[in-house]
Each structure stands twice: as structure tokens, then as C-alpha cells.
Antibody, heavy 121, light 107 residues
Framework: QVQLVQSGAEVKKPGASVKVSCQAF????????IYWVRQATGQGLEWMGW????????GYAQKFQGRLTMTMNTSMSTAYMELSSLRSEDTAVYHC??????????????WGRGTLVTVSS | DIQMTQSPSSLSASVGDRVTISCRAS??????LNWYQQKPGKAPKLLIY???NLESGVPSRVSGSGSGTDFTLTITSLQPEDFATYFC?????????FGQGTKVEIK
């Protein structure tokens, strides 16, 4: 079954780092970019960045520059999102999503269920 | 960044109703607009891509229209499984941005 399976919920203290995983099943991992999107309670969705599993290239939203690192393990078809220097405002559900790009159209055709990250002292 | 504004933020409807959700972009985005459905605790699901293209497996009572700055998601004859939150997303200019979402509740 084609799916993205994310790691479980995390509770972190302010200033700590969190690393969330996203494992791909049912398709060739390196053929599609992986994006990370987060959603705080009661807020809209926020694009964080992307990674190309084939090249290893990444792109991060300016807001997260210096705090966000996206990596991968292609042998395990897994993408990772690490956010450092956590603050309470980072409390959110973090989703990974697969981007499909063809004929000039780009959209997320597959999403993970999300990982709740709670930042609290 | 392109701002995406959805309206309404929530609505109440009955099974069988026709529902329309609007999404407006802060600048022209051609037809680079996608719609998703999200239910609590579940992964978001793609409904419509490139403004009007129905994703495979999505029922034909769901449709999308619009171009430029104004877009619409329509669900004819609302079904129990359609009660969820819907959000739009532009893929014209990075960073991709999303609408705030529209929650469709049972009346």
C-alpha cells in the first residue's frame, strides 16, 4: 500500500531538538520530493521545506533557516526532519507529504498522518 | 509570499446539501490551485489539483473551478463522509501557501 508512515508523538523542552521520521512504502522513494508542513492547533498549514531524495538537495522556508535540517536514508526509504532550538510556538502537528510534479502541475498527492510535537517546560 | 484566503471559515450543512467553499489568492496564480480534505487524526487527502482536475478515486460530486485569483470547491449532495475540513493550496510561487481551512459541520 502506498503510504507515508511517520514516527510517534514527541514532548520536548524549550531549547531542545526534535527529529521526526517519515518512511515511504509502496513506491520508489527517490522518485518524488518530500515536503514538510506543520499545523499548530487552530492555525493553518505552514510549509517548512522540501527535500529531493535523489539528489539530496533541500530548500527551507526562510523562517526556519538555521534551525531546520532535512535528511534521508534512501536504503530505508525514510526522510527526516530535525528542528532545533525549540520554543513553545513550535508546538504543532508535523506532516510529511509527497509532491507530484507533471505537466507544470505540482501538488501533494500523498501525506503522512502527522506527528504531534509538544514543546513545554 | 502569496496569501490564500478561504471563506467561510466554517459552515453547517445537512446531508444532501450543495456546499461551496471559496479560496482567493493575493495575486494571480493561473490554475495552480489544489484542494485537500482533512479529517481529525488522519492524513490530508488530495481532492482537486490544478484548480479543476479530480484526483483519482474522489467522487464526482466534488468539483473545482476558477483561475487567476478566485477559486471554488463545490460538493453537490453532501454525504456523511464529507464532513471534514477543507483547505486550498497554491503551487504557483514558492513557498507554497495554504488557506486557513473551512470546517464543514453537520447541521
Amino acid at each position: 500500500q502506498v503510504q507515508l508512515v511517520q514516527s510517534g508523538a514527541e514532548v520536548k523542552k524549550p531549547g531542545a531538538s526534535v527529529k521526526v521520521s517519515c518512511q515511504a512504502f509502496g513506491y520508489t522513494f527517490i522518485n518524488y520530493d518530500i515536503y514538510w508542513v506543520r499545523q499548530a492547533t487552530g492555525q493553518g498549514l505552514e510549509w517548512m521545506g522540501w527535500m529531493n531524495p535523489n539528489s539530496g538537495n533541500t530548500g527551507y522556508a526562510q523562517k526556519f533557516q538555521g534551525r531546520l535540517t532535512m535528511t534521508m536514508n534512501t536504503s530505508m526509504s525514510t526522510a527526516y526532519m530535525e528542528l532545533s532550538s525549540l520554543r513553545s510556538e513550535d508546538t504543532a502537528v508535523y506532516h510529511c507529504a509527497r509532491e507530484l510534479a507533471n505537466w507544470g502541475r505540482r501538488y501533494f498527492d500523498l501525506w503522512g498522518r502527522g506527528t504531534l510535537v509538544t514543546v513545554s517546560s | 509570499d502569496i496569501q490564500m484566503t478561504q471563506s467561510p471559515s466554517s459552515l453547517s450543512a445537512s446531508v444532501g446539501d450543495r456546499v461551496t467553499i471559496s479560496c482567493r489568492a493575493s495575486q494571480r496564480i493561473s490554475s495552480h490551485l489544489n484542494w485537500y480534505q482533512q479529517k481529525p487524526g488522519k492524513a490530508p487527502k488530495l481532492l482537486i489539483y490544478a484548480a479543476s482536475n479530480l484526483e483519482s478515486g474522489v467522487p464526482s460530486r466534488v468539483s473545482g473551478s476558477g483561475s487567476g485569483t478566485d477559486f471554488t470547491l463545490t460538493i453537490t449532495s453532501l454525504q456523511p463522509e464529507d464532513f471534514a475540513t477543507y483547505f486550498c493550496q497554491q503551487s504557483f510561487n514558492a513557498p507554497w501557501t495554504f488557506g486557513q481551512g473551512t470546517k464543514v459541520e453537520i447541521k
